[in-house]
């Protein structure tokens, strides 16, 4: 099967469903502590991590809906 896609890596999921970035990833990424990120689907349901920008950046607040 032919894949537009590269596996960077691969994480086990430990308790309450919590993962690491791995350090290869946050670097791609520039994702610090405290950063936050985004879990993306596009329409055939595939998932990706994206850098979610500042909050204050966008003007978004804790009750504001992510779109």
Known sequence: MATD???IAAVKVHGKGRVQIPKEVRAILSVEDGD???FVQNNS??????????LKEK???K???LR
């Open 36 to 38: 936050r990120v985004y």
């Open 59 to 61: 003007g978004l607040g």
């Open 5 to 7: 896609h590269l596996i």
């Open 45 to 54: 349901g595939k998932i990706f991590l994206e850098k979610a920008p500042a």
């Open 63 to 65: 009750y504001d809906r």
